[in-house]
């Protein structure tokens, strides 16, 4: 996750895709984050590449498909 090209936070998926973030302490609400994923080995691409959220201190539902 970043903002303004600085990296905030990282998360590695579970077996079924879920990513948590455990420490948000960073965050500041209000703020605008970019989560992007990063392709593994074996796959060509995400859809979408990044996804843009404001923080609100809640959880936020995101959705990528690997390709």
């Known amino acids: ?3 303004s090209k600085t ?3 990282t998360a590695t998926t579970d077996s079924s895709g879920f990513y ?3 420490d948000t302490t960073g965050l500041t609400r209000g703020s605008s984050y970019t989560l992007k994923v990063a392709v593994p080995k074996g796959y060509k ?3 979408p590449a990044s996804q843009t959220f404001t923080w609100s201190a809640i959880p ?3 959705n990528f498909m690997l390709q």
């Open 20 to 22: 948590f973030f455990a």
């Open 1 to 3: 996750m970043t903002s």
């Open 7 to 9: 990296v905030a936070a």
């Open 45 to 47: 691409s995400a859809t």
């Open 60 to 62: 936020v539902l995101t």
